[in-house]
């Protein structure tokens, strides 16, 4: 389990001076100040969790999980994680441990994937039978196993990311941090990762902490997201609830018939002037609050011959984006 309570990191940031003057003035005497990057941050996941973090570059992120992680100390409050101190780095619990960062390598960029793979099975002190039977399972589940013996550099972005999940889960971690773990891949390579990491939690139940601008992983893989704001935690619970409480608005998508698409368009700038509408083709898409939704459906079927018509949600990353704009803290 982690458990975070009261956590706060300030960083102490020169503050370069205006002017020649000012610069000279420093070479002697230099003013710094303090950014909280986590200001009052508490929270706890359990095992065979998949927390999501959210927020905007700069919120927190990255700083909460390298804290979690050991990597860098906190200015005060507690955390324990699998019951550990993770900044005391006990070699117990970096054994237990995994963290991917999507714009960080950690495999030798001229070896083959393999030979990095037999470094990490000495330093983590993996037995022969496990190293081979995950090595089997992971290559299998990620589709990668025709590509162990070619070198890192080699490979396509999607297949770099492939084997440095492998690297990041050979010796069975507990606990595993994913910061971007998809940045920078095609959608088939973000399928994939994301359809592996669904699987692996069900079979091996670890804690997952993912952060991510891609909200489709995290509405895929997490069912509960935790939305930080200037370093704070202004949301932590169901993605569900968020998504039903402060979505305002549903879509309604239809086609019509060719040559009803003069006549619809211009019912629908009359009838919603000031209503979000995209015409593609034959495709309409109608972006409306809630509580006009059935009024209009009615409408829309009354006046013309609508098709494969359905009534969707608005994108959870425009509900994220429109609740971390407003001051929540």
Same mark, same amino acid.
Not at 258 to 267: E, K, L, P, T, V
């Given at each position: 389990?982690?458990?975070?309570? #009261?956590?706060?990191?300030?960083?102490?940031?020169?503050?370069?001076?205006?002017?020649?003057?000012?610069?000279?003035?420093?070479?002697?005497?230099?003013?710094?100040?303090?950014?909280?990057?986590?200001?009052?941050?508490?929270?706890?996941?359990?095992?065979? $969790?998949?927390?999501?973090?959210?927020?905007?570059?700069?919120?927190?992120?990255?700083?909460?999980?390298?804290?979690?992680?050991?990597?860098?100390?906190?200015?005060?409050?507690?955390?324990?994680?699998?019951?550990?101190?993770?900044?005391?780095?006990?070699?117990?619990?970096?054994?237990?441990?995994?963290?991917?960062?999507?714009?960080?390598?950690?495999?030798?960029?001229?070896?083959?994937?393999?030979?990095?793979?037999?470094?990490?099975?000495?330093?983590?002190?993996?037995?022969?039978?496990?190293?081979?039977?995950?090595?089997?399972?992971?290559?299998?589940?990620? #589709?990668?196993?025709?590509?162990?013996?070619?070198?890192?550099?080699?490979?396509?972005?999607?297949?770099?990311?492939?084997?440095?999940?492998?690297?990041?889960?050979?010796?069975?971690?507990?606990?595993?941090?994913?910061?971007?773990?998809?940045?920078?891949?095609?959608?088939?390579?973000?399928?994939?990762?994301?359809?592996?990491?669904?699987?692996?939690?069900?079979?091996?139940?670890?804690?997952?902490?993912?952060?991510?601008?891609?909200?489709?992983?995290?509405?895929?893989?997490?069912?509960?997201?935790?939305?930080?704001?200037?370093?704070?935690?202004?949301?932590?619970?169901?993605?569900?609830?968020?998504?039903?409480?402060?979505?305002?608005?549903?879509?309604?998508?239809? $086609?019509?018939?060719?040559?009803?698409?003069?006549?619809?368009?211009?019912?629908?700038?009359?009838?919603?002037?000031? #209503?979000?509408?995209?015409?593609?083709? #034959?495709?309409?898409?109608?972006?409306?609050?809630?509580?006009?939704?059935? $009024?209009?459906?009615?409408?829309?079927?009354?006046?013309?011959?609508?098709?494969?018509?359905?009534?969707?949600?608005?994108?959870?990353?425009?509900?994220? $984006?429109?609740?971390?704009?407003?001051?929540?803290?």
């Amino acid at each position: 389990m982690i458990k975070v309570e #009261n956590l706060c990191k300030s960083f102490k940031i020169y503050q370069k001076p205006p002017g020649l003057k000012g610069s000279l003035k420093a070479l002697f005497k230099r003013d710094y100040f303090y950014k909280n990057a986590l200001d009052n941050v508490s929270l706890q996941v359990e095992p065979g $969790e998949i927390l999501g973090l959210v927020g905007a570059n700069g919120a927190g992120k990255t700083t909460l999980v390298k804290i979690l992680s050991g990597i860098i100390y906190p200015t005060s409050g507690e955390v324990s994680v699998l019951g550990y101190n993770p900044w005391k780095r006990d070699n117990r619990y970096r054994k237990q441990l995994s963290l991917i960062m999507g714009q960080k390598a950690q495999l030798w960029w001229d070896l083959p994937a393999f030979d990095s793979f037999l470094l990490l099975k000495e330093i983590y002190q993996i037995s022969d039978k496990n190293f081979y039977k995950n090595i089997d399972y992971l290559s299998n589940s990620l #589709n990668i196993s025709h590509q162990m013996k070619t070198p890192v550099r080699k490979l396509s972005l999607g297949e770099r990311m492939k084997v440095e999940l492998m690297a990041t889960l050979l010796h069975d971690p507990k606990v595993i941090f994913l910061d971007e773990p998809t940045i920078g891949l095609d959608l088939m390579s973000q399928r994939a990762v994301r359809s592996f990491l669904a699987q692996y939690r069900k079979e091996k139940n670890p804690i997952i902490i993912l952060t991510s601008h891609y909200m489709q992983d995290i509405e895929e893989l997490c069912r509960r997201i935790a939305l930080i704001k200037n370093g704070s935690i202004i949301y932590d619970g169901p993605i569900d609830k968020i998504h039903k409480d402060y979505s305002q608005f549903q879509s309604i998508n239809f $086609e019509v018939l060719d040559s009803d698409i003069g006549r619809i368009q211009n019912f629908l700038i009359q009838k919603f002037p000031e #209503n979000e509408k995209e015409f593609i083709d #034959n495709k309409i898409k109608l972006r409306l609050k809630k509580e006009l939704v059935g $009024e209009a459906t009615k409408e829309l079927l009354e006046h013309f011959s609508i098709d494969n018509l359905s009534i969707n949600q608005i994108d959870i990353s425009k509900v994220i $984006e429109n609740y971390l704009q407003h001051d929540q803290t």
